[in-house]
């Protein structure tokens, strides 16, 4: 089946679910002029978490009430140890009201209202350099969030839900077994995945996810990686790499991907955990930071603050908030991560030994709801970004291109965008980015970009989840 029909299929499914109300009837009750207001508000301020096409509305099991009153009370109130800011202080009651009936209305009348999702038109994408095709790798999947290449060209996938799949040669599909129990719950599951430099001889795997802990009733999760050994779709001998303790009730910012130096260092990523005030300018836990460890989790003796009283001991980097990509370049042994912001300020970073990123101190975004969190963006001691992104693009995963299939691309950096659902291409001299080219636009949330060994770029977006090869015609 081509790439085409398969979306076509996913995407028009859940239009069907979507639709099925009598919409004359309900149009003449609509306020138009109201609709229009709040669809201005709900872009600025909703869509970067609910999405642009209210998305995460529609297809839902509703936690804090559906009817009129329910809604207005959340989004007053926020639910805030849950990720939802509170928007009593920001919106007035009218637009607070206005909203809420935009949300139920927008629920009712998808189809009207424009919010289906946008079709790609073909499977072939002109670029600056060249043209190229999509070829489905796999299908079927729901959030692929990383991916990795076996030697044998089979690939392993983990999906967020909790499942590692492992995709054969002729694209079957065989669930993996011995894999870590995960808090599967808003931004925690199943994470990232990273084979060892020398798998081909020790079978070394790696994974990184949300592990959690039930405590008088409440759910504490933190991030967690873990080794394993990996034989004939079986995970054994698992060995615990990291937790990031304490644990939290928050859902939200765990990082976590992982990469390898050519010196066998570990390196990973523990976000904030939503906790911006505690985490990530102390030295004392290790949320709100970039760590370095060795194969085994043991720290390497010149880490920055091995002796540094009561510092976590595998800390490389910190002050930094989200970070969902990672990505080493071989050639110049310098490693580059980079972070989402809050509202704007996603940043891109050269990640350096012992330096501060400053976050929350200093900062290109703005808070969620509007307000600021600091003036600054720029403090003695703490380090600039590279590059930053006002709108967020949500970047999620990473990869250098080092391959000769892709005229004019190599040494480009390739970063997913979750929000705005396509590949940016940035082009990079000196250690700056001075060019992006945009890719794929509405391929779909991009969860990762990976080079496989075999020189091809994969990217995976997810609902519906598929893994694609870029090949150039
Ligand atoms: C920073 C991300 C973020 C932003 C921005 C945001 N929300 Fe939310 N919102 C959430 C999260 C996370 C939840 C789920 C809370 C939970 O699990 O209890 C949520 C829940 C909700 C709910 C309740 C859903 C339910 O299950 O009952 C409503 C209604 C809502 N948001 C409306 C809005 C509106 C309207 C805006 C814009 C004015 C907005 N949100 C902006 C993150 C966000």
């Not at 989004?75 to 909203?99: R, T």
């Not at 998808?110 to 946008?118: D, L």
């Amino acid at each position: 089946m081509s790439v085409k029909i398969q979306l076509f299929f996913a995407i028009s499914s859940s239009i069907i679910l979507w639709g099925g109300c009598d919409n004359d009837k309900q149009n003449q009750k609509i306020d138009e002029a109201a609709m229009a207001r709040s669809a201005s508000i709900y872009q600025t301020n909703c869509a970067s978490c609910h999405g642009e096409q209210m998305i995460a509305f529609t297809d839902r099991t509703w936690k804090h009430g559906q009817e009129r009153d329910s809604l207005i009370q959340t989004i007053s109130n926020g639910v805030l140890d849950a990720g939802m800011p509170a928007w009593g202080k920001v919106l007035s009651e009218v637009q607070i009201q206005e909203l809420a009936d935009y949300i139920i209305t927008g629920i009712e009348h998808v189809k009207n209202f424009g919010f289906e999702e946008v079709r790609l038109e073909s499977d072939t994408f002109q670029t600056e350099k060249f043209a190229f095709h999509l070829d489905t790798v796999a299908s079927g999947l729901s959030i692929p969030w990383g991916i990795a290449f076996l030697p044998n060209a089979e690939i392993l996938v983990t999906e967020k839900k909790g499942d590692l799949i492992l995709i054969k040669a002729n694209g079957e599909k065989v669930l993996v077994s011995g894999t870590p129990k995960v808090s599967f719950d808003v931004q925690g599951g199943l994470l990232d995945i990273l084979l060892h430099p020398d798998f081909a001889n020790n079978n070394w795997l790696y994974l990184s996810y949300s592990d959690y802990i039930i405590e008088k009733g409440d759910t504490l999760s933190g991030t967690a990686i873990d080794r394993f050994t990996y034989k004939n779709g079986t995970l054994t001998e698992p060995l615990e790499i990291f937790r990031g303790r304490p644990y939290s009730s928050a859902k939200w910012h765990y990082g976590s991907r992982m990469v390898f130096d050519d010196k066998k260092h570990l390196f990973f990523i523990a976000s904030d955990r939503a906790n911006q005030k505690e985490n990530p300018q102390t030295l004392e836990n290790p949320k709100g930071k970039i760590h370095r460890v060795y194969e085994d989790g043991s720290i390497p003796e010149d880490n920055p603050f091995v002796n540094t009283e009561s510092a976590v001991p595998s800390i490389y980097s910190y002050g930094h908030r989200n970070a969902q990509g990672l990505a080493y370049h071989a050639e110049t042994g310098v490693l580059w991560a980079h972070e989402h912001g809050p509202r704007g300020g996603d940043e891109l970073n050269i990640i350096k030994k012992g330096a501060n990123y400053g976050w929350p101190n200093i900062s290109y975004g703005i808070n969620y709801d509007g307000t600021s969190f600091t003036q600054k963006v720029a403090e003695e001691g703490m380090e600039q970004p590279v590059h930053y992104w006002t709108p967020s693009i949500a970047p999620c995963g990473m990869a250098f291109v080092n391959s000769a299939i892709y005229p004019g691309w190599n040494g480009d950096l390739l970063v997913g965008s979750l929000r705005f659902k396509y590949l940016n291409r940035c082009i990079l001299k000196d250690g700056k980015v001075i060019q992006e080219e945009v890719l794929m636009k509405n391929i779909g949330r991009l969860r990762d970009v990976r080079q496989g060994p075999d020189g091809y770029i994969y990217i995976s977006v997810e609902e519906p989840g598929f893994i694609f090869r870029l090949i150039p015609l």
